[in-house]
């Protein structure tokens, strides 16, 4: 499985950290549901034995300059990740100045996480750049 995602607008950047952190409002987890044309945020209603709460369908060609997903095989084009909203909202926080931000499907430690680079240029005018890897929970495929 293989996924990434750039986002090199600043305004598209805020929109996308706009969505998060309303997500994040609402429940501290999720399932991120990426697919070759579309990326999915679902929020899952177990209060009312199971359904779907929230799902929003964003697309990859209007909030991403480059998209790049494969998933477990031709047949299984997707990747449902299990994650914290709240740990995905802090992890940016300092993409509000970026001008580039990247996630990254990587394994760290034998554990899959989600990565987010951003790239701030600072007041003095150099440009930081700041990484945070976000533990997350593979869904397997037979409980899609």
């Known amino acids: 499985m293989k996924f990434r995602a750039k986002l090199h607008n600043s305004t598209t950047i805020n929109k ?9 409002k609402m429940a501290k987890s999720g399932v991120l549901r990426l697919t070759t044309d579309k990326l999915y945020l679902i929020l899952g209603d177990k209060s009312f034995g199971g359904g779907v709460s929230l799902w929003i369908e964003l697309d990859p060609i209007r909030f991403f300059d480059d998209y790049i997903m494969d998933g477990l095989s031709p047949l299984a084009n997707e990747i449902y990740i299990e994650i914290m909203f709240e740990e995905l909202l802090r992890a940016l926080k300092p993409a509000q100045q970026a001008r580039l931000l990247k996630l990254r499907l990587i394994k760290k430690h034998n554990n899959p996480c989600l ?11 150099t440009e930081r750049q700041f ?7 593979l869904l397997a495929h037979k409980h899609w």
């Open 16 to 24: 996308f950290t706009k969505i998060i952190t309303g997500v994040s």
């Open 115 to 125: 990565s987010i680079d951003t790239e701030v240029i600072s007041s003095a005018m």
């Open 131 to 137: 990484t945070c890897d976000i533990p997350i929970h």
